[in-house]
């Protein structure tokens, strides 16, 4: 398994926003990706909230890009670790992101 970082680094998003965002694994595979999952947990808390701040439905994929379920509900000043998992039928990869929720 491949753990990525994305090189934008850290993203903030008000408590009221809904996003949805993209990760794109074009730049590990040319292969088609498949079966996306996220995983959101709580810095602040270490628990897992994806249940709450990205519920119902289910990710897309027009590969090598996974459109993720939107990402709302979450609690200002707290940081947010999204991990996104998709495989290509050989390998799987993983992206990793932050969000940090601030009132501005």
């Known amino acids: 398994m491949s753990e990525l970082e994305v090189v934008e680094g ?5 408590p009221d926003d809904i996003v949805v965002r993209t990760v794109t694994f ?12 996220a995983t959101v947990r709580d810095l602040n808390s270490d628990k897992d909230v994806t249940a ?26 707290h940081l947010y670790r999204v991990e996104v998992k998709a495989a290509d039928g050989t390998n799987t990869f993983v992206s990793i992101h932050f969000v940090k929720c601030v009132r501005k």
């Open 10 to 14: 850290e993203r903030v998003q008000h």
């Open 26 to 37: 074009a730049n590990v595979t040319s292969g088609t990706v498949a079966n996306p999952t």
């Open 52 to 77: 709450t701040v990205m519920p119902g439905g289910s990710h897309s994929v027009s590969s090598p890009v996974v459109t993720l379920k939107p990402l709302k509900l979450l609690v200002d000043r």
